[in-house]
């Protein structure tokens, strides 16, 4: 059994979409960011850096003790290892792969958080900000567009670099971006969407930039951007 510390955040559910898409059995542990569940200690003996997802694989293939991972593409190219599924087997198309995930994790993820910070979350606009974060984000938008020109998924066959991807296009809107402007990755968006196991795992789960969501609480902000080493 692998237990999931988890948050329906983008990163969070990249976890969730790869271990519904591999059928490794898990549970959900619920950690509410808001109230600052990511600071106790229990927490953070398991992800030092106060971030979910996290996770605990209690039946590990080397038959050890219970083995814990913080830090999402890890977690992704681990799940992918252990289920033997959404990486290739060829050196190449490996490579590949985790080019991809990597590319991510270091750059589509990073600056599409701070554009939705900056647009939807931030308690005063910031117009240089907004700009910086915005802009970069299309250009990692159009990348993305571009690769997926006459491919059907970013490497091949569906893959962890998909799933890596497709959480950090869902908040789209409050990335200040138009799907409607990048043919390909709005084709590839609405077949990844359209998968089973990608319909489970964000189940009621609410956009985490979404202009509509209730505004954050003092003790909120406080716990998601407030907090130092």
Request: glycine share 10%.
């Amino acid at each position: 059994m692998i237990d999931l510390y988890y948050c329906a955040t983008p990163n969070g559910l990249k976890l969730r979409m790869c271990l519904e898409e591999t059928g490794l059995p898990y549970r959900i542990v619920p950690v509410n960011l808001g109230r600052g569940e990511q600071f106790r200690p229990e927490f953070l003996a398991i992800s030092p850096n106060n971030k979910i997802p996290a996770l605990v694989d209690h039946d590990p293939a080397d038959g050890g003790e219970p083995l814990a991972l913080f830090e999402s593409g890890a977690m992704l190219w681990y799940l992918a290892e252990r289920s033997g599924a959404l990486l290739p087997h060829d050196p190449r198309g490996r490579l590949e792969t985790m080019k991809w995930l990597f590319w991510q994790v270091g750059g589509l993820g990073p600056m599409a958080g701070q554009a939705g910070h900056f647009r939807v979350h931030a308690p005063e606009p910031v117009p240089y900000a907004i700009e910086r974060y915005t802009r970069e984000t299309a250009r990692l938008y159009g990348v993305l567009n571009k690769r997926l020109e006459g491919r059907e998924f970013i490497s091949g066959a569906y893959s962890i670099a998909d799933i890596a991807c497709y959480p950090w296009i869902v908040p789209h809107d409050g990335h200040g971006q138009d799907l409607q402007a990048f043919a390909h990755l709005k084709r590839w968006f609405d077949s990844i969407a359209a998968r089973p196991a990608t319909i489970r795992a964000y189940g009621q789960a609410t956009d985490a930039y979404a202009r509509s969501a209730a505004p954050l609480t003092e003790e909120q902000r406080r716990h998601l951007f407030g907090v130092t080493a």
